[in-house]
């Protein structure tokens, strides 16, 4: 499975690479510098940021263009708190708010997909 993670360039240094890499084909990019173009490639995209971006930002909407119709699986995981708007969102899961356990319930997240 391959698995793309989408940072916060403050966020990178968080992601359990070395881990990860042993059970899957891992690719971690910060999401200002992230090339659309390949995002088509990927299984599962893990979104980690500050906050949860809002249905509107730029990054977002490319984020699902370039995904297409693909059944490629997104989760959102936000380390603070978020105000959510009601609209609809295309991830199979956002978590948020959950400050320094975040980390605990990724690694819950991941074992699942073995």
Known sequence: ???????????????PQKRLKEN???EVS????????KIKNF???VLLTTKILKRKNKSYIKLLRSIGNKKTKI?????EKSKLGNEKSNSLAIIH????ITYGIFDKIIKSLR
């Open 1 to 15: 499975m391959k698995i793309l993670f989408l940072t916060e360039r403050k966020l990178k240094k968080f992601v």
């Open 24 to 26: 899957f084909e891992l």
């Open 30 to 37: 910060e999401l200002e510098k992230v090339h659309y173009s």
């Open 43 to 45: 299984d599962f995209i």
């Open 75 to 79: 989760v959102e995981i936000g380390i």
């Open 97 to 100: 708010g959950f400050g320094k």
